[in-house]
């Protein structure tokens, strides 16, 4: 059984449901420390006063809020702790909402929801009667000094927890629509249907543990490398170009398609004619560089 | 207007579109930065040698990882840039799949691409992909490098515009089997109970009734509220977590949460 992070009560009508909260997702990143690269040594992370050019124990940290350049309303760190709820463990179900009407951009965290203590009949009563109903229920949930916003459904035969974002996070979309975008001409029934052609060339079956982070695997591998002592070999990869002739490049991709046979990985080798003939490099692109500096 | 986060191209068999990235959502946290309280100046953070008591510049820090037996190995950035499996500028897209058979769990952070180039070109590239995926139940699936991490991604649309998730790895996921399901099955006459008060609690999805309260509370500490009064505060009323509704009991309680449901 996993550890969990908290216990808490999910409360529906005069139903108390006890269940314990355990961590659904969980990142597989590398995770590095700074190193000093002269010596090897570990890197601290030290506060100082900006004004006194003086290290600052952690003591005399308060917390500011700008509210104008350079200008802060300042919290201590008492204060601050007055406006965070303390440790509520009730999750009061305000309502049930049809679960897929919840649009998945509010998504934040999910976390698995176990059965607590002596909860057996009443959680697996609240999961069934979601299950059924296909619905979510909706309330508040205090977790890390936060209250946030909390849908409760059921899936994969438990009780899972998301928390939600504000309907206010969501970025109001018309705002980024690209004024040129109605202008353009639309694109003719050619070109619709060879692309449908080839978005059911390239349809398969979504297999979540087909797709690896070959990312990390090659950091992995570059790591024992360097721990060995060898010498390693970092693949180069190109860039391409920018678009051409769109039905010329669809026809191409369906050509392309047919003769390469099942799942290709778009090799800098393979051009269409039309990329060949007129070269041509988005101006956001950045050109060549495909140097990024990591964070 | 958005801050670009990324931008490169989108390849969709031999098209390219070039795009760039922008945040689908916004930040609406209240941020606090670090004071030092007796002058109310900013806190620097200054990064040290734990050996030497000397300050390091950035071009002379690496990364470090921490191998099972301790020993430390240093990668710099510009090896870890290297150690890029595909191309950086470009989102190629891999497969079509459906979106029903995706678990959302896996789904993390959400985008919008934007047509980079308003050339006649450029729009009509982005537009045919766009029509194509609205107009089936499908995401386009890819793969995206985003600040030195790569993500799987799936581009479906959103009011028009390319809308791309980037995804965790089946392996980020915890298997739900571990987890308490409760065990026995209620019996139909419970489930049935239940099914009542869901349905007598029933309402519709609204988003924006509800507050972010965590919000709330910070921005009246910042505009001097000691103590924000008609937030309601989850520390008062339930300091006693209730007991666990019973199983002998659970057909009087799913009763009384009716009766409160309906006058309610």
Redesign the interface.
Known sequence: MPRSLLNATIVFGEVSVPVKLHTAQTSQSISFKEIHLEDGAKIEHRRFCAEEDKEVPYEEIAKGHEVADGKYAVLTQEQLAAATPGGSKTIAVEEFVPVDDIDPILHDRAYHLGAGKDAGAAYRLLHDALAKTKRAGIGYFVFHDRERLAAIRAQDGILVLQTLRAADAVVDLDTLKPDAADDARAPTAKERKMAEQLTEALHEPFVAADHTDEHRELVLKLIEAKAAGEDVELPEVEEQDAPDDLAAALEASLADREHSGRRRRASPTKKPAAAAKKRRRSPSSGGKARKSKGS | M?R?LW???L????????I?L???????D???????????????????????EKE?PFE????????DDG???????E????????????I???????RS???????DH?Y?L?????T??????Y???A???DS?D?V??GRV?L????H?VTVGV????LAL?TM???????P???????????SAA??KA??D???A?????D??R??????R??E?????A???EDVE???SG?AE???????RD?MD??K???D??RAG
């Open positions: 958005p670009y931008s490169g191209s390849s969709f068999g031999l098209i390219n579109v070039p760039r922008v945040s689908a959502v916004q930040d609406r209240v941020h606090f930065r670090q004071l030092h309280e007796p002058d109310g100046s900013p806190i620097e953070t200054r990064r040290y040698c734990s050996e030497e390091v002379e820090i690496g990364r470090g990882y921490e191998l020993t430390l190995v240093t990668l710099t950035d090896e870890l840039d290297a150690a890029a499996p595909r191309k950086s500028r470009t190629d897209i891999e497969a079509f799949v459906d058979e995706i678990d959302p769990l896996l789904f959400p919008v934007l047509p980079a180039g308003e006649d070109g450029v729009m009509r590239a537009r045919l992909l029509e194509v995926i089936s499908r386009a699936l490098v600040r030195a991490k790569e799987l959103r009011d028009g515009l998730t965790r790895f089946h392996d980020e996921l915890r739900a089997a571990d987890v308490d399901n409760g065990g026995r099955k209620p419970k489930l239940a099914v008060v869901v349905k609690m029933s309402a519709d999805w988003p924006g509800y507050e972010d309260r965590h919000r509370r910070l009246d500490a910042v505009a001097g000691d103590r924000t505060d989850p520390k339930d977590t209730p007991d666990a509704t019973g199983a659970m309680v799913l009384a949460s009716l409160k449901a």
